[in-house]
């Protein structure tokens, strides 16, 4: 995990164990727009105008993947230039034109998204050989192809851009994901049969008396008209923080709630407005 220092030092819950069911749940239906908060300049570099004049593209994968499972593989070829900090992935399947996905940013090793107290990596087996594509199946049925997972580096406070790859009904590679995001999870969290995404938009901050930024999980759920991807689903993300998290105040990362991880007078962890949780340790005079 690439984080650099800061004034402020950056937790994520799951990893170190801060995680504490509060509330009963709610069920799953409603599908909205992903929210967070915005990603950081390193993310948003501008794309050159003309990357085929770029002189240094190096390859940093290659391998054979059967995709489509109709026993000719597909290739894959995970290209970085160092000078620029842009990648490129391009597969190439038998019959159909090269899929080319460009990468504002370089890729990382998927491993290296992870802390070693994380258990991502040991729960779901990489189903290719690449040290970047990291290939999981979204259903234990096999109905669906498996997706295709590709991380950037994080940077400070925020997590890297995760991208996750489909096939559509035409069976060739779509990009179902493209947000900035850390994922910690992917199973099924419905009963649906079908896995969904859950994981960090962005890394709490601590600060003050024990006190962290507001930063929600988010599950992602996948949506099948009008083309298959990835959304955040509201019922969903809801009940997995009043699971997993500190309780529950909405979708958005924000500075201006605060997690009170040690009330005064005791009790379990309270989500207030940051300049509520600087008064309760304001001594009275």
Request: proline content about 8%.
């Amino acid at each position: 995990m690439k984080l650099s220092l800061l004034s402020l030092f950056v937790l994520s819950p799951i990893a170190f164990g801060l995680g504490l069911a509060m509330f009963a749940g709610t069920s799953a239906g409603q599908i909205v727009p992903a929210a967070g908060r915005e990603p950081s300049a390193a993310q948003t570099s501008a794309t050159p105008k003309d990357r085929t004049k770029l002189k240094d593209w190096k390859t940093a994968d290659e391998f054979d993947f059967d995709w489509q499972g109709s026993g000719a593989p597909a290739h894959f070829k995970i290209e970085q230039s160092q000078d620029e900090q842009l990648g490129r992935l391009t597969i190439r399947t038998n019959g159909q034109p090269d899929f080319v996905l460009d990468n504002d940013d370089v890729w990382d090793e998927f491993r290296n998204d992870f802390t070693p107290e994380e258990k991502f990596l040991s729960r779901n087996k990489n189903l290719g050989p690449s040290k970047y594509a990291y290939i999981l199946s979204p259903s234990t049925s096999g109905k669906l192809r498996p997706l295709v997972f590709l991380v950037t580096p994080q940077y400070g406070s925020d997590p890297g851009t995760l991208f996750v790859l489909g096939l559509d009904s035409s069976n060739r590679p779509s990009v179902l994901l493209k947000t900035t995001f850390h994922i910690i999870e992917f199973s099924d969290l419905d009963g649906d049969g079908v896995a969904e995404i859950a994981g960090q938009p962005c890394f709490s901050q601590g600060w003050g008396h024990d006190f962290l930024t507001y930063d929600p999980f988010h599950v992602y759920q996948l949506a099948t008209t009008p083309q298959p991807e990835f959304k955040l689903a509201l019922p969903l993300t809801e009940k997995y923080n009043r699971e997993h998290y500190y309780g529950w105040a909405g979708p958005e990362c924000s500075e201006d709630l605060a997690i009170v991880l040690h009330p005064p007078g005791g009790g379990k962890p309270v989500i207030v407005k940051s300049a509520e949780a600087k008064k309760m340790f304001t001594k009275k005079k």
